[in-house]
Nanobody, 112 residues
C-alpha cells in the first residue's frame, strides 16, 4: 500500500521559514519524480518538482525562495520555504508524478 504523509506546516509570520517533509512508503521511491502542490480556494497549483535524477523545477512565484530536495535512502521529500509571503498560504500536498498518489496535505498559513 502506497502512503504519503506530509508534515511541517504551521502558522508563520511573513518573512519566516518552514521546512515541509513528505514520508513515502510502499513503492520504489527512487524511481519516481516527485512534486509539491499548493491548494488554495479550491485550486491545486504546482509549486516545485524534482526528477528521479534530482533535477528541480520551480514555479515562477517561488523561484529563489523555495528549495525542493529528496532523500532516496529514507524515502523522503522536502520543501524548504524561505522568505514566506501571505500568498504562500494553503494546503501543501506531495505527489508522486505520473501516478494518482497524493498525501493528505499539511496546512501552511503565513500571516502579514
Amino acid at each position: 500500500q502506497v502512503q504519503l504523509v506530509e508534515s511541517g506546516g504551521q502558522l508563520v509570520q511573513a518573512g519566516g521559514s518552514l521546512r515541509l517533509s513528505c514520508a513515502v512508503s510502499g513503492l520504489d521511491f527512487s524511481a519516481f519524480g516527485l512534486a509539491w502542490y499548493r491548494q488554495d480556494e479550491g485550486k491545486r497549483t504546482l509549486v516545485a518538482q524534482i526528477s528521479s535524477a534530482g533535477s528541480p523545477y520551480y514555479a515562477y512565484f517561488v523561484e529563489g525562495r523555495f528549495t525542493i530536495s529528496r532523500d532516496n535512502a529514507n524515502s523522503a521529500l522536502y520543501l524548504q520555504m524561505d522568505s514566506l509571503e501571505p500568498e504562500d498560504t494553503g494546503v501543501y500536498y506531495c505527489n508522486i508524478m505520473s501516478t494518482g498518489y497524493w498525501g493528505r496535505g499539511t496546512q501552511v498559513t503565513v500571516s502579514s
